[in-house]
């Protein structure tokens, strides 16, 4: 069996440049799965040019097809989000809406392009709503075709107002967040591996039918 191919969308604000929250809870994620082996990229979405729109390719410069060729490529997506006013980041938002502009395209069965593929979420901000980001983002993985496991977010929160994020506060020492990004890591994995080898039959769920 081939590699399990894992790609982080880190859709933080900052360039790939700053230190990024996001990027450094993500590095843990990263870790235990190239540690099981899996091959690993984490891109930051700041440092492309992607206009918003629900669309494959919007032209004119945009830099999307490039990367949503190495989501079709992926096993695992995992998209990577900062909180700000307690919600995912607006580049989160546009790497969702121009996921969904290519979900009408289909694999070797005639099923949207995302199944088999398995989705998880990364958060890290201040106060909270991460569990509402979080159910954003795998809801709309879910809805195109990405396969949710059980756990499949993993954040990080500070406490109320304006202070210290993840990595300035230590927040790899955090014991719940831990152990989420072993969660996160381990189920993706697990369902990565079991649909290269066990894919969903193209039963009651190709888009022409």
């Known amino acids: 069996m081939s590699a399990v191919k894992a790609l982080v969308l880190n859709a933080s604000l900052k360039n790939s440049g700053e230190t990024s929250n996001t990027e450094g809870l993500a590095e843990k994620v990263v870790e235990i799965l190239q540690k099981e082996g899996a091959e690993t990229e984490i891109i930051s979405l700041s440092d492309y040019h ?3 729109g629900i669309s494959a390719d919007l032209g004119e410069g945009d830099e999307w097809p490039g990367i949503f060729e190495k989501v079709k490529a992926a096993d695992i997506v995992l998209i990577g989000t900062p909180l700000w006013l307690g919600e995912k980041s607006s580049l989160s938002s546009i790497a969702i809406e121009r996921l969904y502009g290519s979900s009408s395209e289909t694999n070797e069965k005639g099923q949207s392009i995302f ?3 398995v989705g998880g979420v990364i958060i890290t901000g201040n106060e909270d709503g991460a569990k509402h980001a979080a ?3 795998l809801y709309g993985m879910s809805n195109i075709g990405f396969v949710i496991p059980p756990n499949a977010d993993a954040y990080w929160v ?3 107002g304006p202070g ?3 990595l300035e506060q230590e927040g790899e020492e955090n014991e719940f967040t831990q152990k989420h990004i072993k969660m996160l890591a381990y189920n993706t994995l697990h369902l990565a591996r079991f649909f290269k080898e066990n894919p969903i039959p193209a039963v009651g ?3 022409n039918e």
């Open 50 to 52: 992607i206009p918003y």
């Open 115 to 117: 199944y088999n593929k």
């Open 135 to 137: 159910a954003s983002v």
């Open 158 to 160: 500070g406490e109320a």
């Open 164 to 166: 210290p994020s993840y």
């Open 205 to 207: 769920n190709t888009i």
